[in-house]
């Protein structure tokens, strides 16, 4: 057995460690707002940028490439739902204009991280 062997972890995957940070730093701007927009915008804007990282940590448990790859997209998907509320949250005056272009900046980083994660798996994985 070759105990020099690196094997990937969770944290090793560029995509997860981009889209936990940002979850992070969303929930600390928006932990701040007033009720409304909590309940509004808010609470689907928190569900919608941490279902990323849960997503691509979820697949990266599964076993069967197929399985992780779904998960993979359905990241994809939420992704794409928080560049929405991103957007609404900036017209709606919710966000500083720095803290929506450092969101936006970062979101922008995950379409290519994710087809890299999705293109890898579909690559390396036999099963």
């Known amino acids: 057995m070759d105990f020099n062997k690196k094997y990937l972890k969770l944290n090793d995957i560029s995509a997860y460690k981009i889209a936990f940070n940002l979850s992070n730093y969303i929930w ?20 919608a940028i941490d279902s990323i990282s849960a997503n691509i940590a979820e697949g990266f448990g599964r076993y069967n490439k197929n399985d992780k790859i779904r998960f993979y997209r359905i990241s994809f998907g939420s992704l794409k739902e928080c560049f929405d509320w991103n957007e609404k949250s900036k017209v709606r005056k919710l966000l500083t204009e720095q803290e929506y272009n450092y969101i936006f900046k970062e979101l922008n980083k995950l379409p290519y991280e994710l ?13």
């Not at 600390?28 to 569900?47: A, H, N, S």
Request: cysteine-free; glycine content about 4%; proline content about 0%.
């Open 115 to 127: 087809n890299t994660l999705i293109k890898y798996t579909n690559e390396k994985l036999t099963i």
């Open 28 to 47: 600390d701007i928006i932990i701040k707002w007033d009720y409304f927009q909590k309940e509004t915008v808010g609470k689907q804007y928190v569900k």
